[in-house]
Nanobody
Framework: VQLQASGGGLVQPGGSLRLSCVASGSIFSINDMGWYRQAPGKQRELVALITRGGSTNYAGSVKGRFTISRDNAKNTVYLQMNSLKSEDTGVYFC????????WGQGTQVTVSS
């Protein structure tokens, strides 16, 4: 499974970004998809996960601001990020779980005025 993420960038506090991640390869094996992030000097942490059936799980720090969604027909997972804060800054990694854990290359999100 290969994961290609896109959509990161620089945004002011309070702004919005939408991340996308397309899966290719043995996509039939994928169950969960989601996003993790890693801020400078910190460990990678879960942001949001979504199952094939659409059940979601969010980190407490993003609940109510971020929305994860998935289009199984397009093998794509999205992360809509609203009301962004400086502490949301980091590298965001697309993740998928099937026969194994799979990771995308990461996309930088910077929230700064």
């Amino acid at each position: 499974v290969q994961l290609q993420a896109s959509g990161g960038g620089l945004v002011q506090p309070g702004g919005s970004l939408r991340l996308s991640c397309v899966a290719s390869g043995s996509i039939f094996s994928i169950n969960d998809m989601g996003w993790y992030r890693q801020a400078p000097g910190k460990q990678r942490e879960l942001v949001a996960l979504i199952t094939r059936g659409g059940s979601t799980n969010y980190a407490g720090s993003v609940k109510g601001r971020f929305t994860i969604s998935r289009d199984n027909a397009k093998n794509t997972v999205y992360l809509q990020m609203n009301s962004l804060k400086s502490e949301d800054t980091g590298v965001y990694f697309c993740y998928a779980y099937g026969y194994d854990d799979y990771w995308g290359q990461g996309t930088q999100v910077t929230v700064s005025s």
